[in-house]
DNA sequence: CCCTTCCGGTGAAATATTTCACAATTACTC
DNA sequence: GAGTAATTGTGAAATATTTCACCGGAAGGG
């Protein structure tokens, strides 16, 4: 792969950031963009953009700044973006279905390959064109032959951690978990947690701060 | 106030998860716990969680361990947790039926005390036990009424910027937005973005970090 | 009641991140 | 085509965070 040094998990949030920002510029047809016109949008330093974009090997001219396609492919090949990947989803509840009709998948360059539930008045359902839900029972066969490397899990929490069993059997590499406890798992899987609680009382926190 | 130092992002994280542990804790009727404990739980080493913990002036007995009610109080107390707080959510979608429907707000000390829509399809739904879901033209008469001092932002991105305006003109000091966009605000309201698209990114990025 | 062991508190060292400073380079102006 | 202003790249300083090391206190054993 490049020589690109590991990016701290600060780096990875403003750089999605960045991201977000170039990509909204390419829509409005610009060609070029400076650390500062970023960072004014981002609320940060020049400098820091400056920094985190060093990392990735930058091209940016004096003057110019930086080429806003080039930027965000670079942004995109250090993320993995563009390669073509497989998720499922495990739980077709409210949360389930926001996320199944969003447009991150596209975005990330996932491919949400199949849903499951429990629930037998939700099998069968289309979360997805071409997509039906499917029971839970199937988990093994369609991670399988879909070759499905992510699984996302909306499940409640008491069911979180068999979920992530499931997955795991099945032979995903990577987890997504929405629900809101800590799921263990082999160190070789990438287990992601994000409990919505969190930013919530992150947002107390901050208010009180604030006060 | 007390003499709390301002906690970093990540240490402000931790903490939740932290909280998570002696939750889970409480309920299995533990009255003590180690720091080597939680640090198993969490994945980190015990010395950081006595350094998290010594910031909000612990009080861990040698040999002991930590009160688990007593901890998670102080925890709990430096989110400002337990003081009553109102919230309203805007977009009634997928993702706020989610949330509407969890237990997050109880969990952070918030009553979600109105949930606002444009879709007159989805006025006058029921969001919640004595909550009906309201007209966004309602939104600056409610939010004074209801005394809410936060707005959660689950509109489609278009309506974001728009919404949060509509918020902090009624007044609310803190926003969370789940468009995927940076919304502005006065320097004096708190904004937590949530793209939930980032998680999926940073997944992707771990991944292939992992290969 | 003393000795041993375990475990929290906490300053200090090590490491990581952020910010600064400025040379180098490019475009623009006249 | 030379001078000027703008903007990146990047090492180094400043700051913040994490990890280490060890003191001292509490429980348990004899």
Redo the contacts between chains.
């Keep these: 792969m490049s020589n690109l040094k ?2 701290s ?2 780096s ?2 403003r750089l ?2 960045y991201l ?1 920002v170039l990509e ?1 510029m390419q829509k409005e047809g610009r060609t070029h963009v400076t650390s500062a016109e970023i960072g004014e ?3 940060l330093a020049p400098v820091k953009i400056r920094q985190d974009l060093f990392g990735l090997g930058t091209d940016g001219k004096p003057r110019v700044g930086y080429d806003v396609s080039d930027l965000a492919q670079l942004i995109r090949n ?4 563009d ?1 073509a ?1 497989s998720a499922c989803l495990v739980g077709f ?3 389930g ?3 199944a ?5 596209s ?4 491919r949400l390959a199949a849903v499951f539930d429990r629930d037998p008045n939700v099998i069968g359902l289309e979360a997805l064109e071409d997509v039906q839900v499917k029971s839970i029972n199937e988990i093994f066969g369609v991670i399988k032959s879909e070759e499905i ?2 699984g996302i899990i909306t499940v409640p929490a008491s069911a979180a951690q068999d979920t992530a069993n499931h997955l795991v059997n099945a032979g995903v ?2 987890i ?1 978990n929405f629900a ?3 799921i263990s798992a082999p160190e ?1 899987i ?1 287990v ?1 947690n ?17 006060m």
Excluded at 101 to 105: D, K, V
Excluded at 107 to 110: H, I, L, S, T
């Design positions: 590991k990016l998990r600060a990875v949030v999605e950031l977000e909204q949008y981002a609320g250090a993320f993995d973006m390669r990947k509840g409210n949360l279905r926001a996320l009709g969003s447009n991150i998948w975005k990330a360059g996932f490397e992510t590499r990577s997504w809101p406890i800590k070789n990438v992601e994000q409990s919505l609680a969190w930013g919530l009382i992150t947002l107390s926190y901050r208010m009180k701060l604030a």
